[in-house]
């Protein structure tokens, strides 16, 4: 609001996305829409806006190039609302997250080469602050995560010892006795179940650190609201290279963009959504379509 205020601006909106790397941007914070515009807001697509991927093009985006491709990148509900836009201004942390501040129509005449440098200062400061949260907030979540695992894992392990350390301790009274034939098989047996359990631990353990195995409560959910038309976006983004490795192709729909918002677990219907994005781009047929849309 103060910087709408201060640069006259009808309206400002600014984009980013929730997690690592993603490509489509949901809008964090808006100020002057209108309710019908600000209750479904639209989402940005990055790639679809012209804007480049690598951090070191940053110099590349320049005012005259940016507000005629970048209106693309705006793309669902109530994006036509955005055609008078005056300045759109791209924020990149790293390779990690990507911010949009897009202005409104200025109430006085504004040359936007002119003040370009200024406007970019602005959104730079803007971004880097949320984008720096964002990242905050994300260590904090994997630091959850590796807290959650690191009791499951201790749990796994507690529960295999048992029986592992039952089969050890047979085959040490067993090694008490005389030995004869049908003693040495009772050992061999006991410590071959052993052996076999230690190397079910072993897998368990190595499974459960690569996919961060997390066994939760429902209460442990967590809802919030957050648009379904960019989860599924990026989902289906993420494995674009591999449907074109594998010689599939990859379509979207229009009518991905015209999802609503929805109170999710976005981490848990991320997971989902893209493992049946992946099994599809596995198993389908070379040279075959697979078609993402909402019906």
């Known amino acids: 609001e103060q910087i709408r205020h201060f640069c006259h601006c009808r309206y ?10 993603e490509t489509v941007l949901a809008p964090l914070a808006q100020v002057g829409l209108p309710t019908g515009v600000e209750k479904q807001l639209p989402h940005f697509n990055w790639r679809k806006a012209g804007l480049p991927l690598d951090k070191g093009q940053v110099k590349q985006w320049q005012p005259q190039r940016l507000n005629a491709t970048a209106v693309k990148g705006i793309r669902g509900d109530n994006s036509s609302f955005f055609q008078d836009l005056q300045s759109v201004q791209p924020i990149s942390l790293g390779q990690i997250y990507r911010g949009v501040l897009i202005f409104g129509p200025f109430a006085d005449r504004v040359d936007i080469v002119r003040e370009h440098h200024f406007l970019s200062e602005i959104s730079h400061i803007i971004g880097t602050l949320v984008l720096t949260e964002l990242e905050i907030l994300n260590l904090q979540q994997q630091q959850k995560q ?50 076999e359990l230690c190397l ?13 195995v997390l066994l939760l409560e429902p209460e442990d959910m967590k809802f919030e609201d957050y648009p379904l038309s960019v989860l599924v976006s990026n989902c289906t983004e993420a494995f674009a290279l591999e449907a074109e490795r594998r010689q599939r192709q990859l379509v979207v729909e229009e009518s ?12 848990r219907l991320t997971i989902a959504l893209s493992n049946l994005i992946d099994n599809a781009v596995k198993y389908a047929f070379p040279n075959s379509k697979i078609v993402i849309r909402a019906v």
């Open 12 to 21: 400002l909106v600014f984009f980013a996305n929730i997690r690592e790397g």
């Open 146 to 195: 590796w807290e959650s695992t690191a009791k499951l894992l201790t749990h796994q392990v507690r529960t295999a010892l048992t029986p592992i350390t039952a089969q050890v301790g047979t085959a040490k009274l067993l090694l008490q006795r005389q030995a004869n034939e049908q003693t040495n098989k009772l050992i061999s047996s006991s410590l071959k179940g052993a052996h």
């Open 200 to 212: 079910r631990l072993g897998k368990t353990v190595a499974e459960t650190v690569e996919a961060h």
């Open 256 to 267: 991905i963009e015209r999802l609503p918002q929805a109170a999710i677990d976005i981490a």
